[in-house]
């Protein structure tokens, strides 16, 4: 009798676990919003493709926007939420103050949605769109983005001060950062490849040009020139030296040349774990898109709200 009811017993706890694996797995889809706003991917990707024909690098500054809202308790639009004397949000945490941007697109192409379908698309879809059609306009590949994401009611300032990984960390803290979020060290190199794309201020990389030895002297003297050792905190330098409005491989051959911009992308070619892999993307275009495309849609999964959980904002500046 006993061993009956524990057979019972552990069977329904595996019924359980089995449906909410099925729940969790289940619960974005490229096809959330067919019925409910069939034209939403041509909104996005109209709006994506005026604002990188108005400025190229917007495409860079929208997919790291959407890597921030991500590693931020999910991807949940808490990184558009704006500070209020009552609320402090996440812009103003130290990896986004005087560096992330691109909000006003977002903005835009809220505004553009909600005419054609109100309150139907959450800003975290529209974040997650916008980041992949940015990647494509920059001449990168293409993939299905999964949609259904509800937007967070909250935000926090330290969780984003805590767990966006820095440009001073080693490859060991790196590691460990993604593999928080569920993320192996494959995707940690194949994300890093989103540095192909943009633009870094002078304070992220001031210490890796004066201070490190694994460095191109020709390539450090270079930056040096527009980034004093102390002053012009902001000036700007490209993350990929020759192409930091094409979305290539550039990024890898960099690395490979010790012409890492940042101490962490120089961190994953510097004779550890990463070093094969950063050498088959610096040689093959192909397999560092596949991966790149698959770890997105990975980093995309991270902690989404569904169903009922948090809300479709009207603005993605307001909580409703
Ligand atoms: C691996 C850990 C990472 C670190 C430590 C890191 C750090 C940084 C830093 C310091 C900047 C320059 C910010 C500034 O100076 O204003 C930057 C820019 C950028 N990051 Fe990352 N990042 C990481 C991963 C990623 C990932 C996973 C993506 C996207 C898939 C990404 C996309 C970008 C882009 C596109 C820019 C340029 C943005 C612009 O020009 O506006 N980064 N990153």
């Avoid at 190229?56 to 590693?71: V, Y």
């Avoid at 101490?263 to 088959?280: C, I, K, M, P, Y």
């Amino acid at each position: 009798m006993a061993s009956i009811i524990t057979t019972v017993t552990l069977c329904n706890i595996l019924l359980i676990l089995l449906l909410s694996s099925c729940a969790a797995n289940a619960q974005l889809s490229a096809n959330f919003y067919a019925n409910s706003c069939p034209n939403l991917q041509t909104i996005v990707s109209n709006a994506m493709t005026r604002a990188v024909n108005r400025e190229a690098r917007i495409g860079a500054s929208i997919l790291r926007l959407f890597f921030h809202d991500c590693f931020v308790n999910g991807c949940d639009a808490s990184i558009l939420l704006d500070d209020t004397s009552t609320f402090t949000g996440e812009k103003n945490a130290a990896p986004n103050r005087n560096s992330a941007r691109g909000y006003e697109v977002i903005d835009t192409i809220k505004s553009n949605v909600e005419a054609a379908c109100s309150a139907t698309v959450s800003c975290a879809d529209i974040l997650a769109l916008a980041a992949r059609d940015g990647v494509v306009r920059l001449g990168g590949p293409t993939w299905q983005v999964l949609l259904g994401r509800r937007d967070a009611r909250t935000a926090s300032q330290n969780a984003a001060n805590n767990q966006i990984p820095s440009p001073f960390a080693n490859l060991a803290a790196l590691t460990s950062s993604f593999a928080s979020k569920g993320l192996s060290a494959r995707d940690l190199t194949a994300l890093s490849g989103g540095h192909t794309i943009g633009l870094a201020r002078c304070t992220s990389f001031r210490s890796r040009i004066y201070n490190d030895t694994n460095i191109d002297a020709n390539f450090a003297a270079t930056r040096r020139a527009n980034c004093p050792a102390s002053g012009g905190d902001n000036n700007l330098a490209p993350l990929d030296t020759l192409t930091s409005t094409r979305f290539d491989n550039n990024y890898y051959r960099d690395l490979v040349a010790q012409r890492g911009l940042l101490h962490s992308d120089q961190e994953l070619f510097n004779g550890g774990s990463q070093d094969a892999l950063v050498r088959t993307y610096s040689n093959n275009p192909a397999t560092f898109s596949a991966d790149f495309v698959a770890a997105m849609v990975r980093m995309g999964n991270i902690s989404p709200l569904t169903g009922t959980s948090g809300e479709i904002r009207r603005n993605c500046r307001v909580v409703n």
